[in-house]
């Protein structure tokens, strides 16, 4: 007797797969060995690979375990991050387990160069923020267990509590991260933008590309994601209230974001065809800017670096 294969689960047309995941963010830098040690020092990422462009342009790609974190691109020539205008706002590395994180606070905390900018438990998360020394956000988080989130018609139950760091610290914080935070695994968990009008980003990123809203009563904010996540990505006027579009200049150069197959990217091109926003389709990916001029990547997985450093 034979059996014929289950058919593949279709694609939601509206929205993202609930297998999507965020992949390294991309950051024009002024001074690649400063960031480049920033990061290594304060974060315990590690460089994977590098490569020279015409011109001079150097692209490096840190991260753990050879998984991607961000990708530092030298531009020393631009001016530096302007916190008005649209861009990010932090990227946030996800860990999974409390003394994973707690490892990685220290090292973001010891090192000199970083800006401590507060800690917050957010019911569904506990996170800590810092900025690199050219002005770029960073989160520090780790999730609660998910049937620990609670939902009331679609959306997630977020707040903004306080959170003692130096007693987090000492409840959490073990011998073996303390003397390497690296050894423990970790992704990007999820991008937080600035833009300049919420209801132009929720058309964007709910309404065409796919993402579906978790948080949309926040003043002056928005949360989405796929597959019932908290959150991949949020955007925010906070600080951007009204900004146009993007000079170029030192910060986020690109939001990538991976998807389970090409009739998933299919999806998003005619996502993208029907609203009237041009793309560049690869094959492998699909790219488009924001409405203030932030490159989004949506690739297929098993993008590796030389694809990264290609793009």
């Known amino acids: 007797m034979t059996t014929s294969p289950a058919p593949a689960p279709a ?6 797969s609930g297998d999507l995941a965020m992949d390294a963010v991309t950051l024009r830098v002024g001074d690649l060995e400063l960031m480049s040690s920033y990061y290594e020092n304060a974060l315990a990422l590690q460089p994977i690979e590098e490569r020279a462009r015409v011109g001079g342009e150097v692209h490096r790609v840190l991260g753990r375990g050879g998984v991607p974190f961000v990708r530092l691109v030298a531009t020393p020539g631009l001016p530096g991050v302007d916190p008005r205008q649209a861009g990010l706002f932090h990227t946030a590395f996800l860990f999974e387990d409390e003394a994973s994180l707690a490892g990685t606070v ?3 905390a010891q090192d000199p160069r970083s800006r401590f900018a507060g800690s917050s438990d957010h019911l ?10 050219e002005g770029n956000g960073i989160e520090l988080y780790r999730d609660r267990p998910r049937d620990r989130w609670q939902w009331t018609n679609g959306q997630v139950a977020m707040d903004t509590l306080y959170l003692d760091p130096n007693t987090y610290l000492t409840e959490h914080l073990t011998d073996e991260v303390s003397a390497d935070p690296g050894v423990r695994p970790g992704i990007v968990g999820h991008v937080h933008l600035q833009v300049g009008d ?3 980003a929720r058309r964007f990123y709910i309404d065409t590309l796919g993402f579906e809203t978790t948080v949309g009563t926040h003043p002056g904010a928005l949360f989405a994601a796929a597959g019932g996540y908290h959150h991949h990505v949020a955007m925010n006027t906070w600080n951007s209230r009204g900004a146009g579009p993007r000079a170029a200049a030192l910060g986020l150069a690109d939001v990538a974001i991976t998807v389970p197959g090409r009739e998933d990217l299919d999806a998003l091109v005619a ?3 029907g609203a009237g926003v041009s793309y560049a389709d690869s094959g492998r990916s699909v790219s488009v800017q924001d409405p203030w001029g932030t490159p989004v990547t ?3 997985p098993g993008t590796g670096t030389e694809e990264l450093l290609a793009r």
């Open 11 to 16: 694609v939601d047309d509206r929205h993202f």
């Open 106 to 108: 220290l090292r973001a």
């Open 124 to 133: 569904v998360s506990e996170a800590f923020y810092f900025t690199d020394p």
């Open 198 to 200: 919420v209801e132009t």
């Open 271 to 273: 996502r993208l065809s």
């Open 298 to 300: 949506v690739s297929l």
